[in-house]
């Protein structure tokens, strides 16, 4: 689940990598709706239906909620769109339920660091290999859940969903 900053909306998304690709399935509820998300569900129509349904059917409930400062810089090339996102500020904590607001007191999951991600469709475009190498970036892979039950000392008895209030210029932008 994913919410920027106070916005009403809410993305129920899933994520799953193959061979170093990411495909992401995401739908928006009204953040007056994540209640329904504990019911059994019925609402075939519902946009969370698919989501509800997994939660249930893998008993699935909160472990953390994510906080961070996320600036992001949108393009296009001959391949199709491209994304930088810069990540600062990452902060978390242990969740509270199914709500999504403010972390207060929250832990420091990252701190000098910067997180950067660079989105594209196919091939590493030109100008992401060029800041890569003036900056001498190396490819890795970072997950703010993974750092938050490090950081936080939880160890999930079973697969866990992350709760992210990104803080973002654009409430209705794509998350990450």
């Not at 990411?22 to 709706?33: F, G």
């Not at 249930?56 to 953390?64: A, I, K, S």
């Not at 290999?129 to 999930?156: C, H, I, N, W």
Request: aromatic residues 8%; glycine residues 8%; hydrophobic residues 40%.
């Amino acid at each position: 689940m994913r919410r920027y900053g106070d916005h009403p909306l809410i993305f129920l998304e899933q994520k799953r990598k193959s061979k170093g690709k990411v495909a992401k399935r995401r739908v928006e509820i009204q953040a007056t709706d994540l209640d329904r998300l504990r019911e059994t569900p019925t609402d075939l129509d519902w946009a969370g239906h698919w989501f509800q349904s997994r939660l249930q059917r893998r008993n699935l409930e909160p472990m953390c909620q994510i906080s961070y400062l996320r600036q992001a810089y949108f393009g296009q090339n001959v391949e199709g769109p491209l994304r930088l996102t810069l990540d600062r500020a990452v902060h978390g904590n242990g969740a509270s339920g199914w709500t999504i607001g403010a972390i207060d007191g929250a832990k420091p999951l990252v701190t000098s660091e910067v997180l950067l991600e660079l989105k594209y469709r196919k091939n590493l475009p030109a100008l992401f290999k060029t800041l890569m190498q003036d900056f001498g970036l190396l490819p890795g892979s970072v997950s703010k859940y993974r750092l938050a039950v490090e950081t936080l000392g939880l160890r999930p008895a079973r697969v866990a969903l992350i709760l992210p209030s990104v803080a973002s210029e654009e409430p209705g932008a794509a998350g990450n």
